[in-house]
């Protein structure tokens, strides 16, 4: 039994639970589908390098603010801020490339010096902006304060809301003759996904609003956020649990009372129910109300006009993401961490035809920025370029599993990398000389981690009628159900965090907000400060990480490590290909596949090629050293087939390969196998000290002459020659996120169809 259940760890959720736990001592279990927590804010890992997959800036954390305070609060201080550049924004069209300065009053004369003519209505203008603002944040407060003041605050609201719910685009076309200086000031609407003509004012003055004074990225990496929230939930005997799929909420007369939950931890998903007086749904109205609760009966009637509001202001626009890492920092570039609006014309709202040029490679407006340079990482360096997208677009690959999607899929997204790659070039001249990896997601991507339906990522659509409705807020018809995260409050990470803080301020009642507010204006607490200094030593906490001791080190190659960990209880569940995460400093964790598991005995192959704080960790870890661990996590398995089994595979890539041969020898099948393995010279070449291996293994070495019976080449080169046929063979491939794409684009173009990916 809980005190609170929280759906989903995106910023809203984990918010939520932290201030429960830390304010009043709850009890809180967050469940996370994800195999990573932190929602929209989690990032994700390619051979040493991170990507953030939803934050790429934010506003208004100076040291001293509210949100500041906010997050110092949960994160016990532990999580900080890199301050952007002045400039931080540029506004690239046609003929006129335009940085966003730092500061308000800088900006308006930035705009006056430009369009002169304009001067009036642009002064103006930022007048407006505020006040849309202020009228907003109210109405957000309505269901946070006391109820005493709600009246005032309706009162007020009532009397000033004609401008911020009017469309963006009626505003500026009522205030300014300019085409070109209407255009600049709607460049950000792919912070809020809706275009000018769809979107509330009131929407685009909050996001305005939120970076007047400049913007910050979190030291790091945005996945920092999750993980240092994470121990003050712990700390009151919480949890955060990864791969657990929420199927529905319990009801005990009309009232919330748990969930039941699919988790997919180990080798066969396993359906548990879980009990609390108090649930919070962080994954939206849509799901919350159309999917996790009936829409008949008496529950259905009480949350039929919630379902229809929603169905009527729909969820926006998805995107698609070229993640890429370079070869050295575009700081050789002349760029200094500031972000990118890049646009071929002027026209926001020219939606069908924007989109059919996206498909075609030729896409007219993008978001390109620098998150290596903005956590202050100078170890790799990435770059990541968007493009807002409709959904239906990829709907003809919607049943297909992800990451065997098919030639043609890979194709489409092939040459939407392309097209993003050359507009961003024309901002960033020689950017595409730098790229030595690339990957593209897509709106299917985005569902499939995030259930947003479609990957239309931000929530209920920010239109006219949003703010003109009644605000949804984190209170339900169902007793004992709050809502948190941007379809409760407001959407971006900010809105979805002040979702979060209007939920705990309603689960605690009356005096939830004065509560919560003296919690926070105290600052982080002790507590909070030694589980920051104990970290990756810190005791195992209660849930699904293990404390774990180095028991044994063998060094394979000079990169190349076998480590064996001893595990403070059993694993159950474990499918042969899972992986295992450690934790390698404080707050830091990193995906290792698990090359075996015996009894309460680990083990791994780790490369410490990377030189990040993984291979820091493992370089320097020697028997005795203590560290938790979370396992067993993933689905890349044995498919269960009677088809030839090609296994394909480059340094430590082997490591999940390993209990699958020991899964295949003991059924009988292992010696009609084959391995494919990758390494640059003889030396490097893992397998002769492995076992079990398949009968038939082939080493292909690249730098220097292959052995007899090996391959003198790179495993691509080897699969272009491979008899195989293609409906009767799976291939699995596991190794560098380069490798991987090389080999799925050989054998895609020979006409395999299962082909099975892993890509660290």
């Known amino acids: 039994m809980w005190d609170v259940i929280v759906i989903g760890s995106g910023i809203g959720g984990i918010t939520a639970a932290g201030l429960l736990a830390g304010v009043a001592g709850k009890r809180v279990l967050v469940l996370e589908k ?45 999580l900080r801020w890199n301050r952007m550049p002045d400039d931080f924004e540029r506004f690239v069209y046609p003929g006129l490339d335009f940085a966003v300065p730092s500061e308000a009053k800088r900006f308006a004369q930035r705009l006056v010096e430009r369009f002169p003519d304009e001067a009036a209505a642009i002064h103006r203008y930022f007048r407006d902006v505020r006040a849309a603002e202020r009228w907003a944040i109210l109405g957000f407060a309505q269901r946070m ?36 200086l209407r255009a600049l000031l709607a460049t950000q609407w792919g912070d809020y996904g809706l275009p000018p003509s769809q979107s509330a004012f009131a929407i685009h003055a909050l996001i305005v609003a939120h970076y007047l004074d400049g913007a910050w990225f979190p030291e790091g990496g945005a996945g920092r956020i999750a993980r240092t929230f994470e121990p003050g939930i712990e700390r009151h005997g919480g949890a955060v649990r990864v791969c657990q799929e929420v199927e529905s909420i319990l009801l005990r007369d009309g009232r919330a009372v748990g969930v039941k939950v699919v988790d ?3 080798a066969n998903p396993q359906r548990v129910t879980h009990l609390a007086p108090v649930v919070i749904s962080n994954v939206g109205v849509p799901i919350t109300f159309g999917r996790l609760l009936p829409t008949d009966g008496e529950v259905g009637a009480k949350t039929d006009a919630l379902r229809a509001l929603a169905g009527r202001l729909g969820n926006g626009h998805s995107a698609v993401t070229l993640y890429v890492r370079l070869k050295a920092s575009a700081s050789t570039l002349g760029v200094r961490g500031e972000n990118y609006w890049i646009n071929a014309d002027t026209d926001h709202d020219a939606l069908a035809d924007q989109g059919r040029r996206l498909l075609e490679g030729q896409p007219s407006h993008i978001y390109l920025s620098f998150p290596s340079l903005k956590s202050g990482d100078d170890r790799f360096h990435t770059a990541e370029i968007i493009a807002v997208a409709d959904t239906e677009a990829f709907d003809a690959w919607r049943d297909h599993p992800r990451g065997n999607r098919g030639a043609d899929y890979s194709a489409l997204k092939t040459r939407i990398g392309d097209g993003l790659l050359r507009l961003a070039e024309t901002a960033v001249p020689g950017l595409g000389a730098l790229v030595e990896y690339a990957e593209l997601s897509t709106p299917l991507t985005v569902e499939h981690y995030t259930s947003h339906p479609g990957g239309r990522f931000y929530g209920l659509a920010a239109t006219p009628e949003r703010f003109r409705s009644a605000p949804f807020g984190p209170a339900t018809p169902i007793p004992g159900l709050y809502l948190s995260g941007q379809d409760a409050v407001s959407l971006g990470i900010f809105g979805a965090m002040m979702g979060g803080f209007g939920a705990a301020c309603q689960v605690l009642g009356s005096r939830g907000y004065p509560m919560i507010r003296a919690a926070i204006a105290k600052g982080p607490s002790r507590a909070a400060d030694a589980q920051r200094a104990g970290g990756a030593m810190a005791p195992a906490a209660a849930g699904d990480k293990r ?24 694993v159950d569940g474990f499918a042969p290909g899972q992986f295992a995460r450690l934790e390698v400093a404080g707050y830091e964790w990193r995906d290792y596949s698990i090359a075996g598991l015996d009894g309460n005995t680990v083990h791994f192959l780790i490369s410490t090629r990377t030189g990040g704080l993984g291979s820091q960790f493992v370089a320097g870890a020697e028997p005795g050293t203590a560290t938790r661990i979370e396992l067993p996590l993933g689905h890349y398995t044995l498919a269960r087939s009677p088809r030839r089994k090609v296994f394909v595979a480059t340094g430590t890539g082997l490591a999940p390969f390993l209990p699958m041969f020991r899964q295949l020898q003991q059924d009988g099948g292992l010696d009609a196998c084959e391995l494919v393995f990758g390494c640059r010279t003889a030396a490097e070449d893992i397998t002769a000290g492995l076992t079990p291996l398949p009968a038939t293994v082939v080493a292909c070495v690249s730098r220097e002459r292959a052995r007899p019976g090996g391959f003198q080449g790179r495993v691509s080169a080897a699969l272009s020659s491979l008899a195989f046929d293609p409906a009767d063979t799976d291939f699995y491939v596991c190794g560098s996120a380069a490798m991987v794409a090389d080999c799925r684009a050989v054998l895609e173009a020979r006409g395999a169809s299962q082909i099975l990916v892993e890509a660290y």
């Open 264 to 266: 997919r931890r180990g």
């Open 34 to 78: 994800h195999s990573e927590p932190g929602g929209l804010t989690h990032a994700f890992r390619r051979d040493g390098a991170s990507w953030d997959v939803g934050l790429h800036y934010i506003g208004q954390v100076a040291p001293g603010s509210q949100p500041r305070a906010i997050l110092d609060y949960l994160s016990g201080g532990a």
């Open 547 to 570: 404390r774990a001791v180095l028991v044994s080190k063998q060094r394979l190659t000079p990169t190349i490590w076998r480590l064996a960990f001893e595990l403070d209880r059993p």
């Open 145 to 180: 304060v006391p109820r005493p003041v709600v009246p005032l605050l309706r009162a007020w609201r009532r009397l000033t809301g004609s401008t911020a719910t009017q469309t963006t685009k009626a505003y500026l076309e009522a205030h300014f003759r300019s085409p070109q």
